[in-house]
């Protein structure tokens, strides 16, 4: 979903000293989803857009998601009037809680290849964003949670001892590939 007057068409320019992204982008060939995931608001008088996650229970990435995210976010970054952008969750008491683990499991080599690319993908298009991006965590965010609010340029976490956040895939026996 992106809401705001005149959806952006997929256009090439050059805005705020950036170089925008191809017409035909990656993530968009392998969209096939029509659920939502994603809400985004752009408020042009500020500039700011606020991208909140809605995927139940508890915003695992999972493909559909990460494809998702990067198509708005690629959005946001074609738009010149966009200057920044708050990543934050509509869940209750999660921000996200890592990668989708039902995409790995069991999953052939060549799945998880597409998946961990997936996964690259979103951290560099968030890491390597013209617009100034914030973090705004209002719950908890393990693993691949946190590496996401690590991409952002700010992080704001909400002070509740309830919620944590860290880099506890190993745990769990999951190791990023080296990128
Ligand atoms: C720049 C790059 C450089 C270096 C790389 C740096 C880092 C490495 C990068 C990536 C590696 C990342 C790996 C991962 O992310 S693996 C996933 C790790 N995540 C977890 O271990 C989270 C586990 N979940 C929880 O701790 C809790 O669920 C949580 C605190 C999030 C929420 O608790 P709550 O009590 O509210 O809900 P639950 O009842 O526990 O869960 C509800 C429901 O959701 C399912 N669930 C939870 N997490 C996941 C998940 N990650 N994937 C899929 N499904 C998940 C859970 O099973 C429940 O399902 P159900 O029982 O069917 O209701």
């Given amino acids: 979903m992106y809401a705001r007057s005149g959806l952006l068409s997929q256009r090439s320019c050059s805005s705020h000293g950036r170089e925008c992204a191809t017409p035909v982008l990656a993530a968009q060939r392998r969209n096939n989803s029509t659920a939502t995931k994603i809400a985004v608001e752009f408020d042009q008088s500020t500039g700011v857009a606020v991208m909140r996650l809605q995927g139940p229970p508890v915003n695992s990435l999972s493909l559909d998601f ?20 708050i990543l934050t969750s509509s ?22 290849g ?3 690319r997936a996964v690259q993908e ?16 209002n719950g908890s965010s393990p693993a691949g949670g946190c590496l996401m609010s690590m ?14 956040i ?10 990023a590939p080296f990128w």
């Fill in 66 to 85: 990460l494809t998702e995210l990067c198509i708005n976010v690629e959005k946001l970054e074609m738009d010149k009037n966009c200057r920044g952008l």
């Fill in 91 to 112: 869940q209750p008491k999660v921000f996200s809680a890592g990668l989708d683990i039902m995409e790995i499991y069991g999953k052939s080599p060549e799945r998880c």
């Fill in 114 to 116: 597409e998946f961990w």
């Fill in 122 to 137: 979103m951290w560099l298009k968030l890491y390597g964003s013209s617009m100034v991006t914030i973090a705004a965590i």
């Fill in 151 to 164: 991409t952002c340029d700010y992080r704001i976490m909400a002070d509740n001892p309830r919620y944590s």
């Fill in 166 to 175: 860290g880099l506890n895939e190993t745990q769990l026996g999951i190791v």
